[in-house]
Nanobody
Framework: QVHLAESGGGLVQAGDSLRLSCVCS????????LAWFRQAPGKEREFVAA????????NTADSVKGRFTISRDNAKNTVSLQMNSLKPEDTAVYYC??????????????????WGQGTQVTVSS
């Protein structure tokens, strides 16, 4: 069974930075395509960033491009999301997602079949 656990969320001010981490409890972590999504109250789940199993390629949503960076450490079973220059509109619950043996950098949440419980990020103006 695949278990994903996010951490690093919190309350920050506009312009601040946060680093989210997600630890995955599988021995074949290096074979999983990974992504971050977010969901604000009353809104649909939104793609943020994705990374291939090797970490060689990434995809980032236009709304966060240049501010957010996804990375992974296959030796530590961890995927991270570095968030800089945060804005109030970045406020949401952030989820990490995974799919085994998946190299596509999909933006669709339906394409991922393992999810963490989410971590709240709140950005005040």
């Amino acid at each position: 069974q695949v278990h994903l656990a996010e951490s690093g969320g919190g309350l920050v001010q506009a312009g601040d930075s946060l680093r989210l981490s997600c630890v995955c409890s599988v021995s074949t972590f290096g074979s999983y395509g990974l992504a971050w999504f977010r969901q604000a109250p009353g809104k649909e789940r939104e793609f943020v960033a994705a990374i291939r199993p090797s970490g060689a390629s990434t995809n980032t949503a236009d709304s966060v491009k240049g501010r957010f960076t996804i990375s992974r450490d296959n030796a530590k079973n961890t995927v991270s999301l570095q968030m800089n220059s945060l804005k109030p509109e970045d406020t949401a619950v952030y989820y990490c997602a995974a799919r085994y043996n998946y190299i596509r950098l999909s933006v669709r949440w339906l394409d991922y079949n393992y999810w963490g419980q989410g971590t709240q990020v709140t950005v005040s103006s």
